[in-house]
Nanobody
Framework: QVQLVESGGGLVQPGGSLRLSCVVS????????MGWYRQAPGKQLELVAT???????NYTDSVKGRFTISRDNAKNTVFLQMNSLKPEDTAVYYC?????????WGQGTQVTVSS
């Protein structure tokens, strides 16, 4: 059974930083691509960043230069380092992967950017 468990969310002031983690089990982590999504209140789910098995990364325009996705295959973990946070980054953040044609999601972690 594939499981994804996010952590690291919280309340931060504008301009602050947070580091999200997602631990994956039940799959061969090193051979799956990983992604971070977010959903703000009243808005659709949005792809934030992805990282492939070859460590190629991609970001949505609104977070380029501020967020960094990375992975540690030895720890079965994907990270999202978020710097220079803005109020519009407030959302529930989810990690995601696909294994044997099935998409899996974590439970989400709340990020709130507010003064």
């Amino acid at each position: 059974q594939v499981q994804l468990v996010e952590s690291g969310g919280g309340l931060v002031q504008p301009g602050g930083s947070l580091r999200l983690s997602c631990v994956v089990s039940g799959t061969i982590f090193s051979i799956v691509n990983m992604g971070w999504y977010r959903q703000a209140p009243g808005k659709q789910l949005e792809l934030v960043a992805t990282i492939t098995t070859l460590y190629n990364t991609n970001y949505t325009d609104s977070v380029k230069g501020r967020f960094t996705i990375s992975r540690d295959n030895a720890k079965n973990t994907v990270f999202l380092q978020m710097n220079s946070l803005k109020p519009e980054d407030t959302a529930v953040y989810y990690c995601n992967t696909t294994w044997k044609a099935v998409r899996y999601w974590g439970q989400g972690t709340q990020v709130t950017v507010s003064s």
